[in-house]
């Protein structure tokens, strides 16, 4: 019996969807969430209902580019914030770098929660939420909050500050991912990586569908003023 050629064509675009769908559910979670090789594709469906979709300006070009952002909270925060409390309590003393991560940062939280469960083997991350009501400038090499908000940091032992591409680069090596940025330390590859890194940075705070920054720090402001207030103390 012969088959009919929109019933062939039907089975063929099947099995093509279903190698797509493999391929995405096999595709590393490391190099998905990883800013160096950003890939929005990766992160849930677009019907998702927590998921919108934000402008995403190309700095060259001027044009809008439609990106996938998350608008509010998700299973991840939860997972996120059981981290935050295991850090504090079991916060490594012989730590050989320490990590300034946004904790209110969705998208920044996915690569922190791998590095953290990955530490747990390690032990030589610790681990500072920037956005916590406790950070303390004083103790992470004068860094505020402001500039810590602008690119990832992150603290030596020896007390050297680290940035950019080169601060993904040195904590991966203490958890044993070192390869995934060691092409990172050459030319031109190296000076790439931070621009793309620092497209990334600078619209974060649009891509995860958060206000700008000097709106994000007056908020702080005023919180830390309520606080005070509350405890008659001095800001």
């Known amino acids: 019996m012969q088959i009919p050629k929109s019933s062939m064509a039907l089975r063929g675009a099947a099995r093509a969807g279903g190698a797509c769908i493999e391929r995405q559910r096999t595709t590393p979670f490391l190099l998905s969430s990883s800013p160096l090789f950003f890939r929005v594709r990766s992160l849930h469906s677009p019907?998702?209902?927590?998921?919108?979709?934000?402008s995403f300006p190309n700095p060259k070009t001027g044009f809008k580019y439609q990106i996938r952002a998350i608008q509010e909270v998700t299973a991840d925060t939860v997972k996120s914030q059981k981290g935050k409390e295991d850090?504090?309590?079991?916060?490594p003393q012989n730590w050989k770098i320490k990590m300034l991560y946004d904790g209110d940062?969705?998208?920044c939280m996915r690569e922190v929660d791998m590095l953290r469960e990955r530490n747990k083997q390690y032990g030589t991350i610790k681990f500072v939420d920037?956005?916590?009501?406790?950070?303390?400038?004083?103790?992470?090499?004068?860094l505020d909050y402001k500039t810590v908000m602008?690119?990832?940091?992150?603290?030596?032992?020896?007390?050297?500050?680290v940035t950019d591409v080169e601060a993904f680069r040195k904590l991966y090596e203490q958890v044993g991912l070192g390869w995934v940025y060691a092409i990172t330390?050459?030319?031109?590859?190296?000076?790439?990586?931070?621009?793309?890194y620092g497209v990334w940075a600078k619209y974060r705070l649009q891509i995860t569908g958060r206000p700008p920054l000097e709106e994000v720090l007056e908020t702080r402001r005023?919180?830390?003023?309520?606080?005070?207030?509350?405890n008659n103390c001095k800001i």
Not at 185 to 196: F, G, L, M, N, V
């Open 185 to 196: 330390k050459y030319e031109p590859i190296a000076t790439i990586a931070d621009s793309i």
């Open 47 to 54: 019907s998702h209902p927590l998921l919108r979709f934000t």
């Open 150 to 161: 602008g690119r990832i940091h992150a603290i030596l032992s020896d007390g050297t500050v």
């Open 222 to 230: 005023k919180k830390k003023a309520d606080i005070c207030n509350d």
């Open 130 to 142: 920037i956005s916590s009501d406790d950070y303390s400038p004083e103790e992470n090499q004068g």
């Open 87 to 91: 850090d504090e309590q079991n916060s």
């Open 105 to 107: 940062c969705p998208l």
